[in-house]
């Protein structure tokens, strides 16, 4: 097992699947964490749950990453809490798949400012924290919505692209400091994201063979931290999808149409 022992780790979205494991599996690694998640209910357990079992320290800040003035509130919170963060993983995103006949405006604008303004901001805020850690990473939560385009989630597909170009550029910009970036590409995945992105259920009973369960996706997460590693993409075979799709696109489109209409 590695040991994270005196690192400290800041996780959004923490308060279930993916970010609750990850919480989960870095204070049994030795990591004190700061959690980020709109239920204080459900932080507070997991912060009594994780201090109890473990000998590691935990803070939890309660906070709506669609509200810009609570957010920027919150992050300028930990700077002055924390001058050293040794790295920062923002999971927390969701999506709505419509048509863009469809979709609203509010849910198009709720977005983008939880899934890339929001992601955006809590590196611009803490990136002197990030740079007082010796090799600090940063990992940011993408998705293979943002590689490849299916109807239906135009607007969820252009915020994971943004994620993605955004990470890009940044691992350029700070690569003098010292500061890793990652991007993490997931196919479906097994947790609560779908209760938003897909109500009737349709879409997970189309892919349901084909999920991760969240518990592969923190176990590469974690066996990536602090290593200079430019993208996590699970599963594999869409990795090799995406490959395909970017040298061919529209004999992919034509060849995979009825997978890409399964929303």
Known sequence: MRNFL?????????????????????????????LLARSTDKLDALKQSLENNY????????????NRKARTDTFKKIYQQYPTIDALINNAGFGIF???????????????????????????????????AKKGHIINIASFAGKIATPKSSIYGAT??????????????IEQQDLYVTTVNLGPVKTNFFQTADPSGNYQKN?????????DVVDAIVHALFKRKRE?????????????YHL???????????QFNKK
């Open 160 to 173: 994971k692209h943004a994620v993605l170009g955004f990470s890009n550029a940044l691992r350029l910009e």
């Open 98 to 132: 419509d048509s863009i006949e469809e979709a609203k405006i509010s849910d198009i604008e709720q977005m983008f400012q939880v899934n890339v303004l929001s992601l955006v901001e809590s590196i611009q805020q803490l990136l002197p924290s990030l740079s007082a």
């Open 55 to 66: 000998s590691i320290h935990c803070d939890v800040y309660s906070v709506d990453l669609a």
């Open 248 to 258: 061919f696109p529209v004999m992919t489109e034509r060849l995979l149409k009825k």
């Open 207 to 215: 892919v349901e063979r084909y999920m991760l369960y969240p518990n």
């Open 232 to 244: 996590i993409n699970l599963p594999k075979w869409m990795e090799i999808g995406s490959r395909l």
């Open 6 to 34: 005196n690192k400290t780790i800041l996780i959004t979205g923490a308060s279930s699947g993916i970010g609750e494991g990850l919480a989960t599996s870095l204070a049994a690694h030795g990591a004190n964490l700061i």
